[in-house]
């Protein structure tokens, strides 16, 4: 298979989706100034753009009349989002919450999920997620017909049953990974032997 994209416009999302994987899900909550809580995952989802600052990328595509979708309007409006670890007991939740088009409606509600307020920023969090990140809006970028949001990471929580000896054990982070359709990917760490690296 040869493909050449300005050829097959129609067919790059299924071609970059399918081969970019397992891509991270951006589970991003928000509230909208008049205090509508939304809850949406994106796996146009980069969890590290730098360190220092800390910075992450969502990519949010428009509605087909151009206007923003919910995530994106609450974000450049408020200048604030969380993020929330999506583990392996969560995925069903989070699947119902990727399809809601009512901006009136609370995603939270719709998928029967707890939530608790943020620490530093003025939006909910997943409860029983394992990890949250509390961001600021640090700058956006247009790109086709989407919206690229880099968030400042203010705060991060993560819930003790991660660690070992006081640090994260990727070995227990049970992350769910984005393939294509309704496809996902759970972790199954192994180790690479780098005698080059002893």
Same mark, same amino acid.
């Given at each position: 298979?040869?493909?050449?994209?300005?050829?097959?416009?129609?067919?790059?999302?299924?071609?970059?989706?399918?081969?970019?994987?397992?891509?991270?899900?951006?589970?991003?909550?928000?509230?909208?100034?008049?205090?509508?809580?939304?809850?949406?995952?994106?796996?146009?989802?980069?969890?590290?753009?730098?360190?220092?600052?800390?910075?992450?990328?969502?990519?949010?595509?428009?509605?087909?009349?151009?206007?923003?979708?919910?995530?994106?309007?609450?974000?450049?409006?408020?200048?604030?989002?969380?993020?929330?670890?999506?583990?392996?007991?969560?995925?069903?939740?989070?699947?119902?919450?990727?399809?809601?088009? %009512?901006?009136? $409606?609370?995603?939270?509600?719709?998928?029967?999920?707890?939530?608790? *307020?943020?620490? !530093? +920023? &003025?939006?909910? #969090?997943?409860?029983?997620?394992?990890?949250?990140?509390?961001?600021?809006?640090? %700058?956006?970028? $247009?790109?086709?017909?989407?919206?690229?949001?880099?968030?400042?990471? *203010?705060?991060? !929580? +993560? &819930?003790?049953? #991660?660690?070992?000896?006081?640090?994260?054990?990727?070995?227990?982070?049970?992350?769910?990974?984005?393939?294509?359709?309704?496809?996902?990917?759970?972790?199954?760490?192994?180790?690479?032997?780098?005698?080059?690296?002893?």
């Amino acid at each position: 298979m040869e493909v050449n994209p300005d050829e097959a416009v129609d067919e790059m999302y299924r071609l970059l989706t399918s081969l970019i994987v397992p891509r991270p899900i951006g589970w991003v909550s928000s509230r909208s100034p008049d205090g509508v809580d939304n809850l949406a995952p994106y796996s146009f989802y980069m969890g590290v753009i730098e360190a220092n600052p800390p910075v992450v990328m969502v990519s949010t595509e428009r509605r087909p009349d151009g206007t923003p979708k919910d995530s994106a309007a609450n974000v450049l409006e408020t200048e604030a989002f969380g993020l929330n670890l999506v583990t392996s007991d969560l995925v069903e939740a989070m699947d119902r919450t990727s399809d809601n088009v %009512d901006s009136d $409606e609370d995603e939270f509600d719709l998928a029967d999920l707890d939530r608790r *307020e943020a620490e !530093t +920023v &003025d939006v909910p #969090l997943v409860a029983a997620a394992k990890a949250t990140m509390e961001c600021t809006l640090h %700058d956006t970028m $247009e790109i086709g017909d989407h919206i690229v949001i880099f968030g400042h990471i *203010e705060h991060i !929580t +993560v &819930d003790d049953e #991660l660690l070992t000896d006081g640090k994260i054990d990727v070995e227990k982070v049970d992350a769910v990974g984005r393939l294509t359709g309704s496809y996902y990917a759970e972790l199954d760490p192994f180790k690479v032997t780098r005698p080059w690296a002893q």
